[in-house]
């Protein structure tokens, strides 16, 4: 069996270091923005990732997790050690905003957590295995061939529960419209 690319990197092999951004490049980005407000913390962030994950390519063991697991928790490990800390410091945009907005800026946060908790409820309406997908598709941001390959599903059935999988979510959450909008 071939070496993993963060093995290779492990070994000091500098082709690697290219091969690892290339594959997984667009994986750690999406986690970045998907969990970052501001896209220049995304890209610090990405940049941490793969530091980290150069100094740290001799931690990774496949009978753990699959690479693209492997990387994208420490991606997500990273971001939200960053959210942490860019929220112990107080900004003054966001000072402005709760003094110019505290009323707006309650409502919106009760609005999406009681939208939060709703769709929460409706995932878990689904078949294990349609949870699986859409989790590691929204809150890890693979894409279905990632899932593939992170789970060993075909890469038709992980379209296959991604989609029937929002259809449901939608039906419990009474949303009409267009799946094409919400695509995994």
Same mark, same amino acid.
């Given at each position: 069996?071939?070496?993993?690319?963060?093995?290779?990197?492990?070994?000091?092999?500098?082709?690697?270091?290219?091969?690892?951004?290339?594959?997984?490049?667009?994986?750690?980005?999406?986690?970045?923005?998907?969990?970052?407000?501001?896209?220049?913390?995304?890209?610090?962030?990405?940049?941490?990732?793969?530091?980290?994950?150069?100094?740290?390519?001799?931690?990774?063991?496949?009978?753990?997790?699959?690479?693209?697991?492997? &990387? /994208?928790?420490?991606?997500?490990?990273?971001?939200?050690?960053?959210?942490? =800390?860019?929220? !112990?410091?107080?900004? %003054?945009?966001?000072?402005?905003?709760?003094?110019?907005?505290?009323?707006?800026?309650?409502?919106?946060?009760?609005?999406?957590?009681?939208?939060?908790?709703?769709?929460?409820?409706?995932?878990?309406?689904?078949?294990?295995?349609?949870?699986?997908?859409?989790?590691?598709?929204?809150v890890q941001g693979m894409s279905h061939q990632e &899932? /593939?390959?992170?789970?060993?599903?075909?890469?038709?059935?992980?379209?296959? =529960?991604?989609? !029937?999988?929002?259809? %449901?979510?939608?039906?419990?959450?009474?949303?009409?419209?267009?799946?094409?909008?919400a695509t995994v």
């Amino acid at each position: 069996m071939a070496e993993s690319i963060l093995q290779r990197i492990a070994n000091g092999d500098r082709n690697a270091v290219q091969e690892c951004l290339d594959k997984y490049g667009g994986l750690v980005w999406s986690i970045a923005r998907k969990l970052m407000r501001n896209p220049d913390d995304a890209e610090d962030v990405v940049q941490e990732v793969f530091v980290d994950l150069w100094k740290n390519a001799a931690r990774f063991d496949e009978s753990q997790a699959s690479e693209t697991t492997f &990387i /994208a928790m420490i991606a997500r490990r990273r971001v939200i050690d960053k959210i942490r =800390h860019s929220s !112990r410091r107080i900004s %003054a945009d966001s000072l402005d905003d709760v003094l110019l907005e505290p009323f707006t800026r309650s409502d919106q946060s009760m609005q999406i957590s009681v939208e939060a908790e709703e769709a929460a409820k409706a995932m878990r309406t689904l078949r294990p295995e349609q949870q699986q997908v859409l989790r590691l598709s929204i809150v890890q941001g693979m894409s279905h061939q990632e &899932i /593939a390959d992170a789970t060993g599903m075909p890469l038709g059935t992980v379209k296959t =529960h991604a989609r !029937r999988g929002l259809v %449901a979510v939608r039906e419990v959450l009474g949303v009409s419209g267009n799946l094409q909008e919400a695509t995994v």
